[in-house]
């Protein structure tokens, strides 16, 4: 029944050994949890691994910004389809009025290094199996330190790791059996003795230049360097500024794009950062479909119509 494009041979063997992993560790560690295990996949995609869990009998909860076909497949309670923004308090409302425990972050590429900040301030463990290199501001995550004998990969693993061990987890870092080259995962548990909230702000702050107080990313700011706070009031991502572009832009000119017309407005900095983003303009503008609509028959841009999502569209149609 397998609907999606992602190769099924790849895919689901590897979704089958992260879940074993984490049913296994689930098992094997469950006294030391105070709370039973209830998660959160945020980046879900097609909701293979929610689903996995789920039927082993963990009550969780996978939420990505699109929805998969595969989700009436495996049962559309268990999804939710919704834009993830970590600063946001209906979010923090969810994780915790729903009594969930664990966070995963399965290649869950920008909200990667955001996962253990959100737990912490939700008072949650975490999965993390990093893949795509991101850091807080949503760009390619770039390090100055150009030790020929440590990978980018390495690289990254270690700013997640520095990440952890400044918000205070009790860190373990793991290798999967899996067929990812990206094996390595991290179980970041939360400690008794954690530091006060005050510091942690003030180590995110002098590491990584966000304040999580003021709830933003500043993308001024290379995450090695220390720096004061400045204020931006927005989650930033490259791919959320090109929607965000393009949406004004139709909403003031009353007018629908096709992609190269999309492509020629866009300012320069704005067609450098999509250089480095996986996918190109149609791809983000798809995955972003509550807020702009491709139209595949004529190839124009529209603004999206909220009450029509992707099933609806398909059922009037039917
Ligand atoms: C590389 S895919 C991984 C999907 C899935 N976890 C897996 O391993 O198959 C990353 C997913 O994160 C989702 N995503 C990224 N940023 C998001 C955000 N801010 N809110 C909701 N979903 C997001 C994307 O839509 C995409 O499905």
């Not at 709370?35 to 990505?64: A, H, M, R």
């Not at 790791?161 to 205070?168: P, R, S, V």
């Not at 970041?188 to 005050?198: F, K, Y």
């Amino acid at each position: 029944n397998w609907c999606e494009n992602t190769d099924p041979q790849k895919h689901v063997f590897e979704d089958l050994g992260i879940a074993s992993y984490l049913l296994t560790y689930w098992r094997q560690y469950s006294s030391t949890f105070d709370k039973p295990i209830k998660f959160v996949d945020l980046g879900c995609g097609n909701g293979l691994l929610t689903f996995l869990l789920s039927s082993e009998g963990y009550t969780g909860l996978g939420i990505d910004m699109r929805r998969r076909r595969s989700w009436s497949l495996f049962g559309s309670s268990l999804y939710l389809e919704s834009l993830i923004d970590p600063h946001s308090l209906v979010l923090h409302d969810l994780i915790i009025s729903g009594q969930y425990t664990f966070l995963i972050g399965n290649h869950s590429d920008e909200l990667t290094p955001w996962l253990p900040v959100l737990a912490r301030q939700c008072f949650c463990n975490v999965f993390l199996l990093p893949c795509c290199f991101f850091d807080f501001s949503g760009k390619k995550f770039i390090t100055n330190n150009h030790d020929n004998n440590t990978t980018q990969y390495e690289q990254y693993l270690s700013y997640i790791e520095k990440i952890a061990e400044i918000l205070d987890f009790n860190i373990k870092k793991d290798k999967l059996r899996i067929p990812s080259t990206k094996n390595i995962c991290f179980m970041l548990h939360q400690t008794n003795e954690n530091n006060s909230i005050d510091s942690i702000r003030t180590h995110l702050l002098d590491h990584f230049g966000i304040d999580i107080t003021l709830e933003h990313a500043d993308p001024q700011i290379p995450n090695h360097q220390a720096s004061c706070s400045k204020s931006k009031p927005e989650f930033y991502s490259t791919k959320f500024s090109i929607i965000k572009f393009l949406f004004e832009y139709i909403i003031t000119h009353n007018q629908s794009l096709t992609i190269s017309e999309a492509y020629n407005i866009l300012p320069n900095e704005l067609c450098e950062q999509l250089k480095c983003e996986n996918g190109g303009l149609k791809s983000i503008i798809l995955s972003y479909r509550h807020a702009l609509y491709f139209d595949p028959q004529t190839k124009l841009i529209t603004l999206a119509n909220p009450q029509l999502n992707s099933i609806t569209l398909k059922q009037k149609k039917s």
